[in-house]
């Protein structure tokens, strides 16, 4: 049973704050007569921002894009896939390569502006070729608390963030993503592999290629749902969920771990005592 044939019970089923809110981004969406375009990544966030647009606009009038490129996750495509599926939406898949830009990859502290900026283009393309009378993205109220740099990029060209505008929070995003019962809405965050390099050290395939591979290492070996490699050159340092830390404290684990690690080039494989942080690396720049 789609959401849009229960949804009297999804409102129902949400709390008095959240569920006003909701029907606000519902709202939202209904004064734009054309198509909508979002932004889909296949995270929590652009999930439950298509579905309001479905909810507020009819499947026909919804069009989910998502980018693919060497600094994006596998899983993100897996599960974008999964969402339009469940939401019935039209989906299209188009490929970005950031690490064409010299600017991308000179690693700066604002490397999400480029990032953002060249994904833009690319929307502002296919919104033009739909007709589409708006843009949006996933941006939520919480996203402002940390350095985000390419949400600069999509406000220049006039890509709105409904989440944002109406104030709704990452924990509110995922209690209405649990009420519709979206596929991934017990997901944990999702960020782009460039996020493991340090600010000012450049960005290249390989080095992606081994991150992508040593997290994959790290959390088949420990079993962990959240683990973060950042790659400081021959130091892989890992942060994972402050719950999963104690897994570690076997010493076959880490022995095994850290000759995997080895194997990829890292000299030095060290577990972050803190815990994974969303943009950790941004506290450099805070200093």
Known sequence: MGIATRIDDVIHSLSPGIKEKFLALIEWFKPFEGVVVVSFSGGLDSSVVLAAATLAKGVDKVVAVTAVSPIRLDDDIKWAKTVVDVLNVKHLVFEVDELSDPNFVANPPNRCYFCKKLLAGKLLEIAGDYGA????DGTNASDVSDFRPGYLAFKEVGIRSPLLELGITKDEVRAVAKILELPNWGEQPRACLATRIPYGEPISAEKLQRIKEAERIVKDIVKLTVVRVRDHGDVARIEVGNGERRKFFDESIMD???????????????????GYRSGSLNEALRK
């Open 256 to 274: 095994r771990v850290n000759l995997e690690l080895r194997k990829l080039g890292y000299r030095y494989v060290a577990l972050d005592l803190q």
């Open 133 to 136: 009378e708006v843009i949006v």
